[in-house]
């Protein structure tokens, strides 16, 4: 016979006292409790006991069914190659809307260092090298390795598409062999922000970006079943990046997994310290010759890139930022049709300022180009990249996704109306809920009272006001169960009864609710649902469906965990209205805890952003960021968003552009301007109200 945990032993043995203690007070005449005689105490205490045991049992049962099955593993390993294939093969490497050049006319030289397998690591990965044959991809050299690979390169010289080339290649290897690793693209910056053990931090990772669930992960990485593709070395913190090199070695040591790294050539040669890899693969820049001829052939053509031509003749620094894959995009495009009087300016521009001025002209060119759908001027466009740029720049984040803003996103000046917002929403909807549900009685009294204990003393207030945690899982934590019980006793207490049986009251329905947000909440996937792409925002709309869901199961239990309690009290009639107002009130409080209260920081967060001028309005921003997409400025990736290039990312972060007024902005001139006709509109609006509150208490 399976072992009943000691937690149960000990809940039923409390659910024993508190029916004792029940069946004493209504023999001794307790008016709420008269019909609770011995006999129903028995029978009432055995109820108790079989549902706490069964729920014991249905636990254990579902822990031991925790690790999937062989088909849930498999369905597990195609949905996540799905995902890894949308998100960074099929919508961004193979999107039509980001290839700006043939790359099979302009083939990327590359060099190999390979090392002894007597040397721990390369200390020099640039010497020596060899040249590999045109031809050869990526995915031969690795296979070569032995599963480890180190890629280099100049600020755009392609590091990024060579590194996902590999993982279309990879992937296929995968598809074709159940027992090949899964390739796994991630971005390293956001290591900097947490400093965690590598295999942590994969984890939370796969969560964020792939919508993976924590356990699943955690299996992957600890049965070695991921090949990480790391792009962004030299973008985590310098502060850090050596702790990152040993944090990467460190996984790396563990039974020799599959690795590659990409990085720049200088960030990575100025740390001390050197990855564990033994082989390196240094991309060239294009050559001269190349450039010309790519150029010469457009002109064939017809299209008109003379202009362009004529500068590069004559600028040598010029030529040699042609040479990397990404300035001769941009040039392309920000000089394409131009003559070349006005190209021959970044000629007599210093070669400091060079890149500078590429991409300024670059941006107003592609604001300026027509079919492209737009929500906002240009200097309106430039100015809520830019803000983006310094927050994605100062937290050393190379991807961007909605559900990451936080209340610190805020400049300092709004963060008190931000944390003052939330506060009133609460209590303009707890007051507007105990007002419809009980009037202006005691009662309504009472229960305000109530919730003023339950906002200081459950943590509710931190949680509400600090940082942002989407519910997209409905998981529970055991600490929360002394709360849960203690906010349920408050709300269900009798106060009219007295204190010994309302205290019986509220603690035998706690405890009872308390159990069952534990069974509920100690449920998690071990299967990955059947979708391939990820939308934006998507982590704050299932959190607040999880809300929702939460709030109304909650509220209907406190309605009718009330009535039945109380039946005997307030009538069949009494108990309704009763149970109500409990029901909803409760419901709320379920819904802030797991769920509701994320997505109103959230959205509370983003309109406080608006105002302070640092984004478009909420409703508009989604809308916002696509067209930047289609603007060649920012790149889709599943959920979220990243900049075409780092190097943009650092042109935006460096323009300081004073934002156009909004006439929507609650700024203090707009306030005093219309304060009659806002006044007006409140007084109007509490005036419908009181009509039709008038109205339903006729009826």
Request: charged share 15%; aromatic share 10%; proline share 5%.
């Amino acid at each position: 016979m399976r072992r009943l945990p000691r937690a149960t032993w000990i809940a039923i043995v409390v659910a024993g006292i508190f029916t004792m203690l029940g069946s004493v007070m209504g023999n001794i005449g307790a008016t709420a409790l008269t019909w609770l005689s011995p006999q129903v105490a028995l029978v009432l205490f055995v109820l108790i006991s079989l549902s706490l045991i069964g729920i014991s049992l249905w636990q254990e049962r579902q822990k031991a069914a925790a690790e999937p099955s062989a088909a849930d593993a498999r369905q597990n390993r195609q949905i996540m190659l799905g995902r890894v294939q949308n998100k960074w093969i099929t919508s961004f490497l193979e999107n039509p809307l980001y290839q700006s050049y043939d790359e099979q006319l302009l083939p990327l030289p590359l060099r190999e260092r390979v090392g002894s397998r007597f040397d721990l690591v390369l200390s020099n990965p640039l010497e020596p090298t060899q040249t590999l044959p045109s031809g050869t991809t990526l995915a031969q050299v690795f296979d070569q390795t032995g599963g480890e690979l180190l890629i280099l390169g100049e600020p755009g010289a392609g590091k990024t598409t060579l590194l996902l080339e590999l993982a279309r290649d990879l992937l296929k290897q995968a598809q074709d062999n159940p027992m090949a690793p899964m390739p796994v693209v991630l971005m390293l910056s956001s290591w900097a922000t947490r400093n965690l053990p590598l295999e942590q931090w994969i984890a939370e990772e796969l969560k964020v970006k792939y919508d993976i669930p924590s356990p699943i992960g955690k299996a992957w990485v600890k049965a070695n079943q991921l090949l990480l593709l790391l792009d962004g070395l030299d973008e985590v913190a310098p502060s850090v990046l050596p702790a990152c090199i040993d944090a990467i070695n460190a996984y790396y040591h563990q039974t020799h997994r599959s690795l590659v790294v990409c990085s720049r050539t200088k960030e990575f040669l100025d740390q001390p310290g050197r990855l564990a890899l033994h082989t390196a693969v240094i991309v060239q820049p294009l050559s001269f010759e190349q450039v010309g001829a790519y150029l010469d052939g457009l002109a064939a053509k017809g299209e008109d890139v003379e202009g362009l031509k004529h500068a590069l003749d004559q600028s040598e620094a010029l030529r040699a930022l042609a040479t990397t894959p990404l300035f001769l995009t941009v040039l392309i495009l920000a000089y394409h049709g131009k003559p070349a009087q006005e190209v021959l300016a970044l000629v007599k521009a210093a070669p400091t300022d060079q890149q500078h001025l590429i991409f300024h002209d670059y941006v107003e060119r592609i604001l300026r180009r027509e079919g492209i759908r737009i929500h906002a001027p240009a200097q309106q466009t430039k100015h809520w990249l830019g803000w983006l740029a310094r927050e994605m720049t100062a937290r050393h984040q190379s991807e961007f996704y909605l559900e990451q803003f936080q209340p610190y996103w805020l400049p300092e000046w709004q963060s008190a109306f931000y944390q003052w917002s939330i506060g009133l929403l609460v209590w303009l909807g707890v007051g507007l809920l105990l007002w419809l549900s009980y009037g202006l009685g005691s009662d309504f009294l009472v229960m305000l009272g109530v919730w003023l204990l339950v906002w200081l003393f459950s943590g509710l207030s931190d949680r509400l006001t600090t940082g942002i945690e989407p519910a997209e899982a409905l998981t529970w934590s055991r600490k929360w169960l002394a709360v849960v019980g203690l906010v349920v006793g408050l709300v269900i207490w009798d106060w009219q009864t007295g204190l010994g049986v309302g205290l019986f009251t509220g603690l035998t329905y706690g405890l009872l609710v308390g159990l069952g947000v534990g069974l509920f909440g100690g449920l998690s996937r071990k299967q990955l649902t059947e979708r391939s792409m990820l939308s934006p925002n998507e982590g704050i709309r299932r959190s607040l469906k999880n809300g929702l869901f939460i709030g109304l199961l909650g509220g209907l239990g406190f309605w009718l965990g009330k009535g039945l309690l109380g039946w005997p009290a307030y009538g069949r009639l009494g108990w309704l209205g009763t149970g109500l107002g409990t029901g909803l009130f409760g419901g709320l409080g379920a819904g802030l805890f797991f769920g509701l209260g994320a997505a109103m920081q959230h959205y509370t967060l983003r309109f406080w952003l608006w105002q302070a001028r640092c984004t478009p309005a909420p409703w508009r921003y989604v809308a916002f960021l696509d067209d930047a997409v289609e603007q060649l400025l920012l790149r889709k990736v599943g959920g979220g968003y990243i900049f075409r290039h780092r190097l943009l990312q650092d042109y935006f972060a460096s323009l300081d552009i004073v934002p156009p007024h909004d006439p929507l902005s609650l700024t203090f001139e707009n306030i005093t301007t219309h304060a009659a006709t806002i006044i007006e509109l409140t007084s109007q609006a509490v005036k419908i109200i009181e009509d039709l509150l008038d109205h339903l208490r006729f009826w």
